[in-house]
């Protein structure tokens, strides 16, 4: 069966789009079918070879799409071991915790409380967030790219606004819960990753965008989460010493 370039490059593009690369195979050889049949069809009605092939592709729709849409049938089976794995270590960190508990003196309440904090609230906390983590579809992020960073900006706003302010920071607070921006600060890669993989698609001027935002986002995170002002100003201070 004769398949045309032009297919090729569209089951590669919807391709792209599908995590499971065992699939990539099947995927690519049903689509580059299914484009050629359709093909066919539109040659017997008559059209010229250049316009079915047009046809075809248009039919079946934009590849991105396409992919993410065979993305949420095409799943790799979840690593039961790597997640036994991190159980494991959740479990032997709270029968840590708990022995730790048992050496804290009488009378010293405040370790005491911490302790608790880290055994009962926190380590739960954290298996939830892993669990949740590792069967979130993170495709939510390449379709909505400007959720996740325009998210962050507002957090991170309405911290420097109404937030508390402790060792110089200032931490989102929403009653009792508060927030650091320096936790923050660990999620605005994963903002960046989304904004590259919808710009991926637009050449040139996509990867130009995505340097600027780079650069953008290190220059925020620099002087919002670490001491870079500070640096340049001991060194400044250091060269004209």
Request: proline share 3%; aromatic share 12%.
């Given at each position: 069966m004769n398949v045309s370039d032009a297919f090729h490059r569209y089951?590669?593009?919807?391709?792209?789009?599908?995590?499971?690369?065992?699939?990539?195979?099947?995927?690519?050889?049903?689509?580059?079918?299914?484009?050629?049949?359709?093909?066919?069809?539109?040659?017997?009605?008559?059209?010229?070879?250049?316009?079915?092939?047009?046809k075809a592709l248009l039919q079946m729709g934009d590849p991105v799409s396409v992919g993410a849409a065979l993305d949420q049938t095409h799943k790799p089976a979840p690593q039961w071991g790597i997640i036994g794995l991190v159980l494991l270590l959740f479990v032997l960190g709270g029968i840590i915790q708990v022995l730790l508990l048992k050496t804290?003196?009488?009378?010293?309440?405040?370790?005491?409380?911490?302790?608790?904090?880290?055994?009962?609230?926190?380590?739960?906390?954290?298996?939830?967030?892993?669990?949740?983590?590792?069967?979130?579809?993170?495709s939510f992020f390449g379709k909505h790219p400007y959720v996740l960073p325009l998210g962050l900006l507002m957090v991170d706003l309405a911290a420097q606004l109404f937030g508390v302010s402790y060792c110089g920071k200032r931490w989102f607070t929403l009653g009792s819960f508060a927030l650091s921006p320096l936790a923050l600060s660990l999620l605005f890669p994963l903002a960046f990753c989304g904004l590259f993989y919808r710009l991926r698609s637009q050449g040139?001027?996509?990867?130009?965008?995505?340097?600027?935002?780079?650069?953008?986002?290190?220059?925020?995170?620099?002087?919002?989460?670490?001491?870079?002002?500070?640096?340049?100003?001991?060194?400044?201070?250091?060269?004209?010493?």
């Open positions: 089951a590669e593009k919807v391709c792209e789009q599908i995590r499971w690369k065992k699939a990539h195979p099947a995927v690519a050889q049903e689509i580059e079918d299914h484009l050629t049949d359709q093909k066919n069809a539109y040659l017997a009605a008559g059209d010229s070879e250049s316009i079915a092939e047009e804290i003196p009488v009378g010293n309440d405040a370790l005491a409380t911490r302790s608790a904090q880290v055994l009962f609230v926190f380590l739960p906390l954290s298996l939830a967030t892993f669990v949740g983590m590792y069967f979130l579809d993170f040139r001027r996509g990867y130009l965008i995505s340097g600027v935002l780079a650069v953008v986002f290190c220059l925020f995170l620099s002087i919002r989460f670490s001491s870079l002002p500070v640096t340049l100003w001991a060194a400044a201070t250091f060269r004209h010493s």
